[in-house]
């Protein structure tokens, strides 16, 4: 059977799922009629050669998850289904990364615990399918060996091991294997399939024009939910049963969107990655004026989950983005720019409730800020009592615990506390120094990427990434997708550093439309 017709056949199974479910009428297509429409769009702005390029697979993709997770009778199909979908699409190794980065995007974790005589292991979602079938196309259908360990892996195995130990400290045996598994389904896989998979410069251009795909379809989906006020993934936890806390946020009376993630700020903070990459694929759109739009229903989008984080991360994606490209002229210029666009916002501020309340100036934004001031003054309070080593987990709440909030959480929403508080400086180093490793490897590639002008802005992409995922993780807790990002970028970053060299010239129209065969030159041993 090829690979065509089991993904035609997966495709209609998922369709006749979905029939049988009453769900699938009011949600589910809803998401496949706009999930439809953005793609088209998308489409239609892309040049001949990356529609050729990309082909279909992504709106199937994207009609098939939605409708499955809404469509099959039970959660353990929609992980089977899951499991399938990167073998079923990826015709190459190349398309591995891609279409493993486009699928995670769209659906939220539903993450069940798996047990065993009343035990709980570990806990299983729609991520962690993806990530295992992911793994299975990259190890049993690949050409060629595919590397094992690496030098570049041990700053990664050191990130890990500070999140499995401060996550596990003095807590029982069965904690700390239940944190080890997630910890290696959720960051350890996720790296090695990036870094293994990724060969070439082409494989990282690919992965921008899915990435800006899913920003896209995200996008429509975002500004559909602010419209109607309906966050519309809620309802799949209560369609297959899964217990989890679900928070609708609003701002000025208005719905803080987070599609696929259920959670705003998360949304945002994986927006920012996304439109970074559209910004950087120009030759990939059949136009300026076609780029130019795709960018701005990106930026539409990225409006609608109201995190002013996300904001200040672009801004510094995009002049780490120019520096490390060596435009200095468009670097100075966009600080300009954003100076007077500062200047106003501020000004209409005074003028409107909605905009004043969305900069944090007023209103219920002003409890977030004031909340985030009390966790870093009474995180920095806590690290003073044991600088070196920090406390275990359950220790760190029981000294927090005047910071509950009405749903009887304390939110670390600044990463970097909650690792000073868990592992103290020795692991705040550690966490801190992974950033600093990958940053740096990508700037001691520079000088043999300025060979080939096309490969910079890949590379571009994941230090520009990385710097500005350091300034939103003061406003993020470390968790969910953003944090499996951050060691994506870590893998598409060593996967740079080990390539061989740099890509040969090609005309300016097709630099980022990626050849269907990979050249052997690039690919990294």
Known sequence: MTQGVASAMLTVLALLA???????????????????????????????VMKRTLGYRPIIVALAMPLAAWGVPNIWALYAIMLGMVPLFARRAAEVAPLYLFSLLLLPGLDTSMMLGGVKLFEFGVH???????????????????????????????????LVTGLARDTTVTNFVRVLINIG????????????????????????????????????????????????????????????????????????????????????MVLVFCFLAAWLSRPAFRSKLHYLAILLLLLAGLSAPQSRGAWIGLLIAFLVADLYRGRIYLLFRRC???????????????????????????GGSMDTVDYRERLFERGME????????????????????????????????????????????????????????????????????RRSPADLA??????????????????????????????????????????????????????????????PSQIGQ
């Open 18 to 48: 979905a029939l049988l479910s009453y769900a699938f009428i009011k949600t589910a297509l809803f998401l496949a009629l706009l999930s439809a429409m953005a793609f088209a769009i998308f489409y239609y702005c892309l040049s001949p």
């Open 128 to 162: 962690d399918a993806l990530t295992v079938g992911a793994l299975l196309r990259l190890l049993l259908f690949t050409d060629g060996k595919v590397e094992g360990f690496r030098p570049l892996d041990i700053p990664v195995l050191l990130v890990l091991l500070l």
């Open 185 to 268: 389904l959720d960051y350890a896989v996720p790296y090695f399939v990036i870094s293994r998979s990724v060969r070439t410069m082409d494989d990282v251009r690919l992965c921008m024009v899915w990435l800006a795909c899913a920003a896209v379809i995200i996008s429509v989906i975002l500004l559909y939910e602010v419209r109607t006020g309906w966050p519309m993934y809620n309802s799949l936890y209560d369609r297959h049963g899964i217990m989890t806390l679900l928070l609708v946020k609003m701002r000025g009376g208005v719905l803080r969107a987070g599609g696929p993630f259920l959670e705003s700020t998360s949304m945002a």
């Open 336 to 362: 300009v720019l954003v100076a007077l666009a500062g200047g106003i916002l501020l000004t209409l501020a005074h003028n409107s409730s909605y905009i004043s309340e969305t900069m944090g100036l007023s």
């Open 382 to 449: 806590e690290f003073k009592e044991s600088p070196i080593v920090g406390y275990s987990l359950p220790e760190a709440m029981i000294r927090l615990d005047d910071l509950r909030q009405g749903e009887g959480i304390v939110d670390f929403v600044n990463t970097y506390i909650f690792i000073a508080l868990i592992s103290g400086v020795i692991g705040l180093i550690i966490f801190t120094g992974g950033f600093a490793i990958f940053i740096g490897l990508l700037w001691m590639r520079l000088p043999l990427l």
């Open 458 to 519: 890949p590379a571009a992409l994941i230090c520009g990434g990385l710097a500005s995922m350091m300034e939103m993780l003061f406003f993020t807790s470390f968790g969910g997708r953003p944090a499996v990002f951050l060691f994506l970028f870590f893998g598409f970053s060593a996967a740079i550093y080990g390539m061989r060299g740099a890509s040969r010239p090609m005309p300016a129209k097709l630099s980022a439309a990626v050849p269907v065969t990979a050249r």
